[in-house]
């Protein structure tokens, strides 16, 4: 699934009040405990997305600024002490889940 499309999704049913029930049964409370224990681990995930996001992001900028890359990008080469070296690996994990 995709990230856009979970976080959707998570919010759908957070605000869906057949899921959210007060449950009366054993079996309705083991399942709402467990649709919460599944919300809980679905939002750290989306909140982990979002940091190495921000994060690759961030490496990108820096290599923005640094002149010491430019030599390298001209020879369509990576420069071996850029941070956008890493910052390409994680965008393309993350985009191969969007």
């Known amino acids: 699934m995709k990230t856009q499309a979970l976080i959707e999704l998570v919010k759908r049913q957070a605000w869906d009040d057949g899921l959210w029930f007060i449950a009366q049964t054993a079996p309705e409370a083991y399942l ?3 649709l919460r224990r599944l919300h809980d681990a679905t939002e750290s995930v989306i909140s982990v997305i979002g940091e190495i996001t921000s ?3 961030g490496l990108e900028m820096r290599c923005a600024e640094e002149s ?3 030599p390298y990008k001209i020879r369509n080469m990576r420069c071996p002490e850029c941070p ?4 390409e690996e994680l965008r393309e994990i993350l985009e191969s889940n969007d």
């Open 32 to 34: 709402q405990q467990e």
């Open 55 to 57: 994060y690759v992001d």
């Open 84 to 87: 956008l070296y890493d910052a």
């Open 68 to 70: 010491t890359c430019e």
